[in-house]
């Protein structure tokens, strides 16, 4: 498939620079509130002190570095993700279901799972109403509870979107004028509801699966040519959206794509140049991952696929990148979607990304992440359900469409922790490959996600 090109787009990159940002970062990033200084970078080495290429598969890749200090507290912290009540009412089908085979264990874990927040996923310009709806009902239910809520959002609707797959393309085209577009009739009006609600909080993932092909894919001419407007208009985005009640999370893919060593340097300047192009002081919070895949926070069985990649699942891919990131300045925090989680082997190839199963719902949003302070929050931004298009299991719906009995596998297969129970089997983590091979696995497609509709 493609996997071609994107082996011909890595040997382009195929520097690797030893974890330059190491053993400086503590005292360099401590005190910054998630501000990335374009203008003042640390001195990254002009000469990494190993550029040495069998780093890629490190013999133990687990433990990059003890965790930095978080920068700031998390946004997240004693706030309640907003759950989406259109998300909720979708899985009243798979409750009937559940009651209908006198299932009332699994119709009961439904009900646990309709209050767990999830993202609102804003994908066009009509769509921009889904803001003015989730302010409201947010708002209302904070006022009733009296708990502080985050509401989760994702911006999704650059021009030429998904310039590698053309899965989830979207409404704009640079033939047509969409940069312009996309700036003024859906980056500022989203920034007006965001930036007048600040009674709330507000998450927002920009632009899942966009910067990820500016990185691997330059060998596709689509995407090659769609990478200045994608760096131009996250970058407007950046901008436009600076409040205090505001989050920023710029994508980040997840560690099958960007996680492998040799990826791990370019992806962090790549960030570094939409920041520096956002404009001086502009800030974000930090990189979503996973958004739309199903990889786990903490594997508990090592994939065969993953053997020469550090980032073998998404806690160690957080780890791997980290110190990239602050050798830029930028901010380290990250926020990892676990909405679907593949159970182990469920995937002979990393790369596959359609209705993947067996898989379960993740870790609830908050759950512990452990030691990694790099972590602001587990979350659910893809909510399970829609399917990911006519693939993967067996019945599989178009792209968007509700996929009931995936659903009910989810819930089947969901974390036991989402409802107090034990871990089925605490399966212990495999050992790491030992032998490096100096040939890198190319890094797998990316995983076009669904956005769900944004009003019903
Ligand atoms: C984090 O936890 C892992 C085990 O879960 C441990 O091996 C590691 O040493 C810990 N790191 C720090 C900095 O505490
Ligand atoms: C994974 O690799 C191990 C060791 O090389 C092998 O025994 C096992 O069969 C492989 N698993 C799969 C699913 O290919
Ligand atoms: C990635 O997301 C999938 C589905 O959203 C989830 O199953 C998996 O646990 C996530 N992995 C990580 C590391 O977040
Ligand atoms: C991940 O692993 C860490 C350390 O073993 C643990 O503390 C944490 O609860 C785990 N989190 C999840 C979501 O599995």
Sequence with gaps: MRVSTILA??????????????????????????????????????????????????????????????????????????????????????????????????????????????FVWITTRAGLAGIDTAIERARAIQEETGEDHIVGL????????????????????????????????????????????????????????????????SAIEFCANATPLYEEGIAFAIS?????????????????????????????????KVLALAGEGKRIRGFATNVSNYNPFNATVRENYTEYSPSWDENHYALSLAPFLEAEGLPSQFIIDQGRVALPGAREEWGEWCNVAPAGFGAAPGSSTGNNTHIDSLVWIKPGGESDGECGMEGAPRAGAWFDEYVQMLVENAEPSLFGEEPAEPAPEEPAPEEPTPEEPAPEEPAPEEPAPEEP
């Design 9 to 118: 787009a890595l040997s382009a990159t195929s520097l690797v620079a030893a974890h330059p940002g190491l053993s400086r970062r503590q005292d360099e990033v401590s005190d910054t509130p998630a501000a990335p200084e374009p203008t003042e970078l640390p001195e990254v080495p002009e000469t990494p002190e190993e550029p040495e290429v069998t780093e890629p598969a490190e013999p133990e890749p687990t433990e990059p570095a003890e965790p930095a200090e978080p920068v700031g507290p998390s946004p997240f912290e004693g706030r309640k993700l907003y759950a989406n009540p259109d998300w909720s009412d979708k899985l009243e089908e798979t409750y009937a279901a559940f009651e209908a085979a006198g299932d009332e264990k699994n119709a009961a874990r439904v009900r646990t799972i309709q209050d767990i927040g999830t």
């Design 240 to 272: 436009e959206l600076q409040f205090d009640h505001v989050h920023l999370y710029i994508d980040a893919a997840h560690g099958g794509w960007l996680g492998w060593q040799d990826n791990l340097e370019p992806t962090a300047k790549e960030f570094a």
């Design 154 to 217: 994702v911006l999704y609707n650059l021009p030429d979107r998904d310039c590698s797959g053309l899965e989830s393309g979207g409404e704009l085209s640079s033939d047509e004028n969409g940069l312009e577009i996309y700036k003024e009739e859906f980056i500022k009006p989203y920034a007006e509801k965001v930036g007048a609600a600040s009674d709330l909080t507000f998450a927002i993932v920009l632009e899942p699966d966009s910067l990820g092909n500016a990185i691997t894919n």
